[in-house]
């Protein structure tokens, strides 16, 4: 069974720095490229970050560009997102996804999402 | 960027209704577009991958078509367990995933 537990979210004042893990298992971790996505407290889906399977290569949303990094430790199991000059505006519940490739026929989808960790940016 | 706008933003619906909710891509994204279904401090489920593909194990009266920049989802009969916010999802312009606003669906 697939599961994806985040973990590491918490209070951090405006300016701070906070690091989120993403524990898998059920899979081979290392085969797959992971996602980070957010959503603010009532509000919809924000795409943060993805990184492919060997962690070679990593993409970001403009919005988290160069604030934010995506990670991996696949002799670990384990997805990594280290934010820091945290805002206001990065008030979000963080999940970590798993995308699943079917590239001959161009077809992406997240299949599993983690439970969510809340961050919240506040003095 | 590619923007998402779904419609609805909100809909209220009967037990049994044929519930349909479009969302409409600011370009065309061929068939490049998935669907999830989000239940109250729930994470995201996949429902329909590809415009028209049921995630398996997703029950049939779910479905989606449409290519191009108009789609659609179909909810053929509502269930009551159906209450939730739906949300499309192109990846076109990868690996840069955008999501509607989504639409909440409630039971009338």
Same mark, same amino acid.
């Given at each position: #069974?697939?599961?994806? @537990?985040?973990?590491?979210?918490?209070?951090?004042?405006?300016? $701070?720095?906070?690091?989120?893990?993403?524990?898998?298992?059920?899979?081979?971790?290392?085969?797959?490229?992971?996602?980070?996505?957010?959503?603010?407290?009532? %509000?919809?889906? #924000?795409? @943060?970050?993805?990184?492919?399977?060997?962690? $070679?290569?990593?993409?970001?949303?403009?919005?988290? %560009?160069?604030?934010?990094?995506?990670?991996?430790?696949?002799? %670990?199991?384990?997805?990594?997102?280290?934010?820091?000059?945290?805002?206001? #505006?990065?008030?979000?519940?963080?999940?970590?996804? %798993?995308?699943?490739?079917?590239?001959?026929?161009?077809?992406?989808?997240?299949?599993?999402?983690?439970?969510?960790?809340?961050?919240?940016?506040?003095? | 960027?590619?923007?998402?706008?779904?419609?609805?933003?909100?809909?209220?619906?009967?037990?049994?209704?044929?519930?349909?909710?479009?969302?409409?891509?600011?370009?065309?994204?061929?068939?490049?577009?998935?669907?999830?279904? /989000?239940?109250?401090?729930?994470?995201?489920?996949?429902?329909?991958?590809?415009?028209?593909?049921? !995630?398996?194990?997703?029950?049939?009266?779910?479905?989606?078509?449409?290519?191009?920049?108009?789609?659609?989802?179909?909810?053929?009969?509502?269930?009551? !367990?159906?209450?939730?916010?739906?949300?499309?999802?192109?990846?076109?312009?990868?690996?840069?995933?955008?999501?509607? /606003?989504?639409?909440?669906?409630?039971?009338?």
């Amino acid at each position: #069974e697939v599961q994806l @537990v985040e973990s590491g979210g918490g209070l951090v004042q405006p300016g $701070g720095s906070l690091r989120l893990s993403c524990a898998a298992s059920g899979f081979t971790f290392s085969s797959y490229a992971m996602s980070w996505v957010r959503q603010a407290p009532g %509000k919809g889906l #924000e795409w @943060v970050s993805a990184i492919s399977g060997s962690g $070679g290569s990593t993409y970001y949303a403009d919005s988290v %560009k160069g604030r934010f990094t995506i990670s991996r430790d696949n002799s %670990k199991n384990t997805l990594y997102l280290q934010m820091n000059s945290l805002r206001a #505006e990065d008030t979000a519940v963080y999940y970590c996804a %798993k995308e699943t490739r079917i590239r001959l026929r161009h077809i992406y989808y997240f299949d599993y999402w983690g439970q969510g960790t809340l961050v919240t940016v506040s003095s | 960027d590619i923007q998402m706008t779904q419609s609805p933003s909100s809909l209220s619906a009967s037990v049994g209704d044929r519930v349909t909710i479009t969302c409409q891509a600011s370009q065309d994204i061929s068939n490049y577009l998935n669907w999830y279904q /989000q239940k109250p401090g729930k994470a995201p489920k996949l429902l329909i991958y590809d415009a028209s593909n049921l !995630e398996t194990g997703v029950p049939s009266r779910f479905s989606g078509s449409g290519s191009g920049t108009d789609f659609t989802f179909t909810i053929s009969s509502l269930q009551p !367990e159906d209450i939730a916010t739906y949300y499309c999802q192109q990846y076109d312009n990868l690996p840069r995933y955008t999501f509607g /606003q989504g639409t909440k669906l409630e039971i009338k």
